[in-house]
């Protein structure tokens, strides 16, 4: 059986050296962020720079991130990391929508309980929305993160699982899970994210309303903010002159007229996945969160993503230009 997406089957997906190869095949990159341009402690060599030299082709980038935090507070963590500006044209995060949800719902007259760490607070700042301690006493859990990621697991919620499926109906409590990610690299360490514990809470009959990738609420949004930008160039700039050649179709999933995307990540589960039901051609980053290199690495990113049963059209061990 043959799987297939917006570019075509497994035995398609090319490496390759740099993303100069196929910039004029897109005029847009939704861009992940942690795993491409950086590990949570330090930038990626070179990745940056090859968003900047998209940019300079005329291109257009959007990153797209599961952080559980407002897009406005992304941009300091990353100059804090060390990750260079102008790199993108807008960034889109889970928490921007999960925000915007947490507003429907106080305006329903609904109370949330917040379970997270401290770092997430920009998500509940200035939103109105009002948030209890007590799970006897919400009708929402807004999930962002373990309390501390660097010690904890999903094993450590147990009993909250419990009481949250206590606290509500046949599926407990509902969980906004703003954060997808099951886990994430952080420097040379694998920590775990909400989504791994909002699984838990799932597998357990919980109810959970999944936010950010692969879901496809943020990809409409995305498109959204790129029809804000102009029509993104389509046409001209990093588009132009695409030649045909091996891997991608040109500008696959896009209507004419529209322009070209590329989404690139280094989570087969959320950046690959997601690109795939968007209908997107994809640019697997296999040494983040995967952390697979060397020699075949075509064969062994395809051989991951295919345990997946999802498909990129182009692989790269990590993001240069």
């Known amino acids: 059986m043959t799987h297939q997406h917006a570019t075509g089957s497994f035995a398609s997906m090319k490496d390759i050296e740099g993303l100069r190869e196929i910039a004029n095949r897109y005029d847009v990159l939704i861009c992940d962020i942690w795993g491409v341009l950086h590990n949570g402690k330090t930038p990626y060599e070179g990745a940056d720079e090859a968003l900047i030299s998209f940019r300079a082709g005329g291109g257009k980038v959007v990153l797209l991130s599961n952080a559980p935090r407002p897009s406005d507070s992304v941009y300091e963590r990353l100059e804090n990391i060390g990750v260079k500006k102008n790199i993108c044209d807008a960034i889109v995060t889970s928490g921007d929508l999960a925000r915007a949800i947490a507003e429907d719902y106080s305006a329903a007259g609904k109370v949330g309980c917040h379970i997270g760490p401290a770092k997430d607070a920009p998500l509940l700042a200035g939103i109105g929305a009002e948030f209890t301690d007590s ?61 791994a514990v ?119 061990q990590h993001l240069v230009w």
């Not at 703003?178 to 420097?187: I, Y």
């Not at 989570?267 to 020699?295: E, H, M, V, Y």
């Open 135 to 195: 799970l006897a006493r919400a009708d929402y859990i807004l999930l962002s993160g373990l309390y501390d990621d660097t010690t904890e697991t999903p094993s450590d919620y147990e009993e909250f699982i419990a009481e949250a499926l206590a606290c509500g109906g046949k599926h407990g409590l509902p969980m906004l899970c703003a954060n997808p990610d099951r886990q994430v690299q952080f420097g040379e360490k694998i920590i775990y994210c909400a989504g």
């Open 198 to 316: 909002a699984e838990r809470y799932e597998q357990r009959g919980g109810e959970v309303v999944w936010i950010g990738k692969p879901y496809s609420a943020v990809y409409d949004y995305v498109k959204i903010r790129i029809k804000e930008m102009g029509r993104a160039g389509a046409g001209a700039g990093a588009g132009a002159g695409a030649q045909e050649g091996a891997g991608a179709q040109e500008g696959a999933g896009a209507q004419e007229g529209e322009p070209r995307l590329l989404a690139i990540g280094d989570g087969a589960k959320t950046d690959i996945i997601g690109a795939a039901n968007a209908r997107l051609d994809a640019l697997f980053i296999s040494g983040g969160l995967a952390a697979i290199g060397g020699d075949d690495l075509e064969i062994k990113s395809a051989t991951l993503l295919a345990s997946e049963n999802t498909h990129a059209a182009w692989v790269m």
